[in-house]
Structures are given as C-alpha cells and as structure tokens.
C-alpha cells in the first residue's frame, strides 16, 4: 500500500512563527468536510438517541437479555470505552515523567480522547439499569431517605473510578491547554478575543508561570499515573471478585490494564491518521510518532497474548471441570465466532507490526487499528458474555445475542464520542503548541520568533 503524504526526511524543523501559524491555521472557520462529519455524526447520534427512548418506553425486554445473561452490550461497552481513555493517560503523563520526546505531538488528541471516551464510558451504567431515572441510586451522597448506595455492588465501585478518573484527567487536560490557549488569544478578536481570555486565565508567558505551570504538570502526571492501574483495576473487579466460572481470576486487574492500554493506542492511531491529512498536520504528526504507537500496540498485544494463554493453561491445570468446561465452551461453543474474532484481531493482525514496512505505513496502520478496536470490544463480549451462558447449572445455560436496539445504541455511543472530538479540534489547538516549539533542535529555538 502507499503510504500517505509524509514530511520530506531533509525537510528544515519548523521555525516559532511557523508553528504558531500551522497549528492556529485548524482553527479557522470549518469548511464543507467538516459540517459533513458532523452531520453524519448527528444522524448516528439520533439514531442512538431514538432506541434509547424506545428502550425507557417499552423497558429492557426489547433489548437481547436473557436469564441468566443481564450484562450485555450495555456492560460490554462500558468496559470498553474505559479501556479507551487509558492512553490518554499513558501517553500524556508516563511517557512526559519518562522524558520520551515523541510524545509532544499527539498527547494533546489522546488527552482529549481520555475525557470524551470517560464521559462516553459513564452512560452505559445508567444505561444499563433501564429506569435511568433511578440513577442516583448508586451515588453515595447524604440524602434524606436515610438511604445509602450498596458498596458491594460494582455499579458503585464505577461511580468512584469513572469520577475520579473523569476529575483528574479533565484538570489534566484544562491544565495543558492554558498556554495554548493564550497564543491563540493573541492571534484573535472581537468575541473570541473575549472568550479565550477568560479560558486562558490571564495567563501572560512569564518565566514566574512557566516556573509553577511545570511544577503543576509535572505533580498532576504523577498523580494520574497511577489511576492508569487503580481505575481500570477497580473495573476488573467488577469481574474478579465474583464466583463466576472464568471471572474468578488474581489475572484479571494486570490483564485489564494491559487490554485498556492495547485499545486505547489502537484508538489513538485511528484518530490520528486521518486527523493529520484532514488539518495538514503532517509536519508535525511524523511516521516517526506512528510507528512508535505501533510499538507500544505491538508490546501490549502480546502480553494480552500471553493473557489470554495464560487464563486457558490456568483452567486447565487447575483440574477444576467447570473452569475447564467454560472455556472449552469460549473456544469451541455458542460463541465461538466472538472468541476467535478476539483472538485473530488481537493476537494475530497485530504481529504484522514486526515488519518496520507495515509500522511506517499509514494506511496499514489505520486499517490494524480498527482491527484492534473490534477485538478489544469482543474481548469484553466474550469474558461477559460467554461466562454469564455458561455458568454453574446446566438448565440454566442460555444463549444471548443483542438487538437491534442494542446496536442503535452502541452506534450512538460511537456518534457521542466524535460529536465531542470534532468540537474539540473546532475550539481548541489538536497540537501543543508550547511543547513542539520546546522539542526543536537548540540552534532553531531562536530563528522566526513567535509565541511560547
């Protein structure tokens, strides 16, 4: 395959002016592609918005659930937009306290990318209970029923790691977009002038507030590292700390967290490339910052690999009959067809990634990563799912396949999820404009001035 448009090898970094001038240039007014994307999005998101409606009309018997399988679609996609938000966090904070400059370019997109998968994340539990209306039902706040949530129940262990989560890397991101924020109130007026003032909070690039500027960054990347491992942990444990055949399982918080990891760079990419030809963002969106997420894609898919090895070898080595029964059951039962689905994107496609022809391919690129983001979704499909079938008595064995509505609403959630990132690269610069100008080459940093 060809690869798409990249930066001539010889091609001179760019100057402070040119990079003020080429990342302030995506905030002009919006031309025809994007109103279209926005429209298709708002149909799907409609659409989303009409099943939904139908579902809080009629109640959950138009949906696929069935006894004894209650977690479905709805659980299963919870499950994956939380995975998604992870890079965000990975990218932007472990990578800046590890110093890996490649990072500059595209953590701003996977910073926001965090925030819009966590709010997409925290409709599925409401969405999940059917009456939606009852949702503060499992927010634990002083109330005067004398009422109080169930702690035992995962559905508030959610509550805490979704708004945690959402808390810290909404601070994170706000924090980052400061400074940018001010450069492209210089270069506004009228209204917008206004606007990004407020939001850039006066912010006037002394060396005093760069000075606290990096000390806070710094101490907010150390403390969301680690919700990296806690939040995605605490979903496992809606699993783990349950008697189900093939959820009862020490694996489940490290193999989470890799899984979350694996997803969400594969996310990352998909974004990415067609972001960097849609904006012309290619001087700054290199092969370089590619196929290092190609990488870290490669990395996490084979210790999920060796996770999902390691989950068959235990039930068959544990000698325990309905351990072994469930996952002969994943492989080769009902739902066969998701387990190897899983399997080949997650487990196979990715090894294409060994070859540097396909890691520096965009298109290639583009097209393993919406494999990895099917697989990760029926990875969640079938630990759910499959478990919930096929569980300890024999008559109560069933089988579960969602619904159209279920599907209209996994679409809207997709929709909701770029309604939000298309307004983002509307208002705010995709780019971090001050980290790129401090990834040039010393003897540039002066050369063409410009905003820092």
């Not at 924090?175 to 006037?204: C, E, F, H, N, T």
């Not at 090895?309 to 002969?328: D, K, M, P």
């Not at 060994?354 to 029926?378: H, Q």
Request: charged share 15%; glycine share 8%; net charge positive.
């Amino acid at each position: 395959m060809a690869t798409l448009a990249a930066p001539v090898p010889d091609q001179a970094p760019p100057t402070y002016a040119e990079v003020n001038r080429d990342i302030l240039a995506t905030l002009a007014p919006p031309g025809k592609r994007w109103f279209a994307g926005m429209g298709v999005v708002l149909a799907g998101l409609a659409f989303g918005a009409f099943c939904w409606g139908l579902q809080l009309k009629l109640g959950m018997g138009i949906t696929g659930y069935t006894p004894p399988i209650f977690w479905g679609t709805y659980i299963t996609t919870f499950v994956f937009w939380v995975g998604i938000a992870h890079s965000g966090t990975l990218i932007s904070a472990i990578l800046l306290l590890f110093r890996a400059g490649w990072r500059t370019s595209i953590y701003r997109a996977s910073e926001a990318m965090t925030v819009f998968a966590v709010m997409t994340a925290g409709l599925f539990p409401i969405l999940h209970l059917g009456r939606a209306w009852f949702f503060y039902w499992v927010v634990p706040y002083p109330n005067f029923r004398g009422l109080w949530a169930n702690f035992r129940s995962p559905l508030v262990w959610d509550v805490f790691a979704i708004a945690t989560y959402f808390t810290v890397s909404a601070t994170f991101l706000a924090m980052g977009l400061i400074p940018d924020l001010a450069a492209v109130r210089d270069q506004a007026a009228g209204w917008r002038k206004k606007i990004y003032g407020i939001v850039s909070l006066g912010w006037k690039n002394s060396d005093r507030e760069w000075q606290h500027f990096g000390r806070m960054y710094l101490f907010l990347a150390a403390l969301a590292t680690p919700l990296v491992l806690s939040v995605h942990s605490v979903v496992s444990w809606d699993f783990a700390m349950a008697i189900v055949p093939g959820w009862h399982a020490t694996i489940f918080a490290p193999y989470f967290v890799a899984g979350a990891i694996f997803s969400g760079c594969g996310m990352v990419i998909t974004i990415l490339v067609p972001l960097r030809k849609a904006l012309k963002l290619e001087r700054y969106l290199q092969i370089r910052h590619f196929e290092n997420l190609a990488k870290l894609c490669l990395l996490t898919s084979m210790i999920v690999s060796y996770a999902y090895a390691t989950e068959y070898f235990v039930a068959w080595y544990s000698g325990n009959a309905i351990e072994r029964a469930t996952f002969y059951n994943r492989a080769f039962g009902d739902y066969w067809w998701a387990t190897w689905t899983m399997t080949v994107c997650n487990a196979f496609i990715p090894q294409l990634l060994w070859f540097k022809k396909i890691r520096t391919d965009l298109r290639s690129l583009f097209i393993i990563s919406i494999f990895i983001n099917i697989g990760m979704w029926f990875e969640r499909f079938v630990i759910i799912v499959t478990s919930l079938s096929h569980e300890f008595e024999p008559w109560q064995w069933a089988y579960y396949l969602p619904r159209w509505p279920e599907y209209g609403i996994l679409l809207g959630s997709f929709c909701w999820f770029a309604m939000w990132f298309l307004l983002f690269i509307r208002f705010f610069p995709v780019i971090a404009i001050a980290e790129v100008k401090e990834a040039l080459p010393p003897p540039l940093r002066g050369r063409g001035g410009g905003h820092r």
